[in-house]
């Protein structure tokens, strides 16, 4: 009988020993059989429903943003660069958004001299929309539409074009390509 449901002489009882105890944690944890089920069913959508809430959430500041998920990273990169402008956040800019190569030119303390002096002049950025157009040439390209808001009470539309590359797994601007 054994030999024909596949199970080897040799050891049968161990394994079925093993089978048994598990079986007997499954039901204890589980309850009765016909609620297994229901019961994986509800852990693997809480699983997934709380990924998705912590992928949605964005880098920078941490806040949920559903939108934010549906992102592509170098799109994701640019959102979280504007609202660092948005936060008056410079140092987050130069030690995130900087190419490596963009350090070494510049000291954190002058980038961060310059940057605050051209926030002063802002009140707020507000991100519309992005769109990534796809990735050429080794970099990214991002469209973003924002806002911004100056202290004199004006607002103006920008849609900009933002070139990205990625290093050290991070998506940074180049901001010689971007802004020049």
């Known amino acids: ?15 079925l ?3 048994k105890i598990y079986s007997e944690w499954m039901v204890n944890i589980m309850g009765p059989s016909k609620n ?11 699983v997934f429903v709380s990924s998705i809430l912590l992928a949605g959430c964005r880098e920078y500041d941490g806040r949920l943003d559903v939108a934010y998920f549906f992102k592509t990273e170098p799109e994701k990169a640019v959102i979280d660069f504007l609202e ?14 900087l190419l490596s190569s963009e350090k070494s030119s510049v000291s954190r303390e002058k980038y961060m001299e310059e940057f605050t002096e051209i926030l002063q002049e802002i009140d707020g950025v ?3 929309k992005t769109v990534y157009l796809g ?12 806002d ?5 009470g004006e607002v103006k539309k920008y849609k900009k074009y933002f070139y990205l590359i990625e290093e050290n797994n991070r998506w940074k601007i180049i901001f010689e390509k971007t802004f020049i």
């Not at 660092?84 to 958004?97: A, E, K, T, V």
């Not at 990735?135 to 924002?146: D, G, P, R, T």
């Not at 911004?148 to 004199?152: E, L, M, P, Q």
């Open 84 to 97: 660092c402008l948005n936060q008056r956040d410079p140092d987050y800019i130069y030690s995130n958004f």
């Open 126 to 128: 507000k991100t519309t």
């Open 148 to 152: 911004v808001s100056y202290r004199n």
């Open 17 to 19: 020993k093993k089978y």
């Open 135 to 146: 990735y050429e040439k080794e970099m990214s390209k991002v469209v973003a539409e924002f």
């Open 36 to 46: 297994r089920p229901a019961i994986l069913l509800t852990v693997l959508v809480l």
């Open 1 to 15: 009988m054994k030999a024909a449901i596949g199970v080897k002489k040799s050891g049968t009882g161990r394994h």
